[in-house]
């Protein structure tokens, strides 16, 4: 190799940051090009300069561009286009028109699309089939339009780790897939170019996931909230004339709280127990579930997420109690009262036992929440194994659920035999969150009895009701 084939390899290497220092980059055939510099195009060109990979920027201002990752090169579209087969297109779809007079320079490049909308249905096609429409010599792949700027500068989460992908061509794909790969990302092909729509509509979503689950808190928070107000406040103030309105902010939340909690968690484990039940009617595990109880059980970690929530505000009430105006009063009357009328009480054992018992199984309880909550974070589910997490969200949720509702059942203790409980003839708010759990238990205990289990243990190791009787030859020998 001559003197001067060696100074030109080396000029191919070497890129002057801004600060017009000599940053090596990689090879010709690693260099990407990146159209646009706001802060998606930035942080994407940041990310890829860390990875190992050449940048060029494509400006129409090359010379009067700042704040850069050190180690790019910014040049016009036309020069930057040339100098890379993989093209990053990070501007907006109303500003694509400067790509129909580089028709020539991109032919046969691999452009990645990574605009999105303001609102669903914005343009009659998707952008991704505009670009493709724009410029036809090219490749166009849909991608990396899930990813913001911070997620890229600050690298990628669990939770923002998978990225979608769609195109014609599988050479394109392929080319998209290996740099996403390189930048520690998961890749998922999605097809073609006609589902580029549906990508573009990701970001759009608000917590699609959650729906469901905000909707029944909602509700039920709404639902008790009302009846409660009706029996305790309105009912205090008809028939005894009494104001008691004040206990709206804590007393009456407190009440609310907890029972929504209850049922929400009762719910998380509902469609568990219904599914079981179904594969013993079918006596098969491979028949769908219809879909609501599939849309059910998809959203059972949002359930449990939003039950821990109403949880923590129980606690949270619970612990001001003793410094409420109302308390400290009423304490301090009882106290004056007792000392004037020289009145004594026994000590109940009894009342001692359900009272330590009630805060006892409540400590519990909320502690098994907590360690339901921390394991359902992506961070700590993706350390443990499947048996462990299984473990712990089935196994200790149910042990929960017990505890919580055995809680709920000392808090009544024996108030139901009571008529003075039942208000307008209407039942106290606890009894009602108890029929959900127990209910839920009831029916855990029969599926984890010996029988039953054995029979839902064969249905999902994949023995079905009546195969052996249809394929003798094909039954399993260790089945009995």
């Not at 499947?386 to 473990?391: L, M, Q, T, V, Y």
């Not at 969200?393 to 108030?415: D, F, I, P, V």
């Not at 759990?437 to 064969?458: E, H």
């Not at 195969?467 to 089945?479: C, E, G, V």
């Amino acid at each position: 190799m001559t003197g001067q084939e060696r100074s030109e390899e080396k000029s191919e290497c070497v890129s002057l940051s801004p600060m017009r220092e000599a940053v090596p980059t990689p090879s010709k055939c690693e260099r990407v090009c990146v159209f646009g510099t706001g802060d998606l195009g930035r942080s994407l060109g940041l990310r890829l300069l860390q990875a190992g990979y050449g940048v060029v920027f494509g400006s129409r201002r090359p010379h009067s561009s700042s704040f850069l990752p050190h180690g790019a090169q910014v040049l016009g579209h036309a020069a930057a286009a040339q100098s890379a087969h993989l093209i990053f297109i990070a501007v907006q779809r109303e500003h694509y028109d400067f790509l129909v007079p580089l028709a020539n320079q991109l032919k046969g490049k691999v452009l990645v699309d990574l605009s999105n909308n303001q609102r669903k249905n914005q343009y009659p096609e998707a952008n991704a089939e505009y670009l493709q429409s724009l410029v036809t010599g090219a490749e166009v792949v849909k991608g990396f339009n899930t990813l913001s700027a911070w997620s890229l500068q600050n690298g990628p989460s669990d939770a923002n780790r998978q990225v979608y992908i769609c195109g014609e061509s599988v050479e394109a794909k392929q080319a998209v897939i290996a740099v996403a790969t390189k930048l520690g990302l998961s890749a998922l092909d999605r097809g073609f170019l006609s589902v580029a729509r549906e990508l573009e509509d990701f970001p759009l979503q608000l917590f699609p996931q959650w729906r469901l689950p905000l909707r029944i808190a909602i509700g039920l928070s709404a639902a008790f909230f009302f009846y409660l107000l009706i029996r305790d406040i309105i009912y205090a103030y008809v028939t005894q004339g009494k104001d008691i309105s004040f206990r709206i902010m804590v007393s009456l939340a407190n009440k609310v709280c907890p029972i929504v909690s209850l049922i929400m968690l009762s719910l998380c484990y509902l469609p568990g127990v219904l599914a079981s039940f179904l594969q013993l009617y079918r006596g098969t595990k491979y028949r769908r579930f219809p879909d609501w109880l599939d849309r059910w059980m998809l959203c059972r970690k949002q359930l449990g997420l939003l039950a821990l929530g109403f949880a923590f505000l129980h606690v949270l009430y619970t612990l001001i109690i003793p410094i409420r105006y109302y308390v400290r009063f009423k304490s301090t009357e009882r106290t004056v009262s007792v000392i004037r009328e020289n009145r004594t009480s026994e000590f109940d054992t009894m009342t001692a036992w359900r009272s330590d018992s009630y805060l006892s199984l409540g400590i519990l309880g909320f502690g098994l929440y907590v360690l339901l909550g921390i394991t359902s974070l992506p961070s700590v589910s993706n350390a443990l194994s499947w048996r462990e997490f299984s473990f712990v969200q089935s196994k200790l949720g149910h042990l929960t659920l017990l505890l919580c509702t055995a809680h709920t059942y000392l808090y009544g203790w024996n108030r139901f035999l009571s008529s003075s409980t039942y208000k307008w003839y209407t039942p106290p708010g606890y009894m009602l969150c108890l029929v959900l759990p127990s209910v839920v238990l009831l029916l855990k205990l029969l599926l984890i009895t010996p029988c039953v289990d054995r029979t839902i243990t064969r249905i999902r190791q994949g023995w079905e009701r009546g195969a052996d009787q249809r394929n003798p030859k094909d039954s399993h020998p260790l089945i009995p």
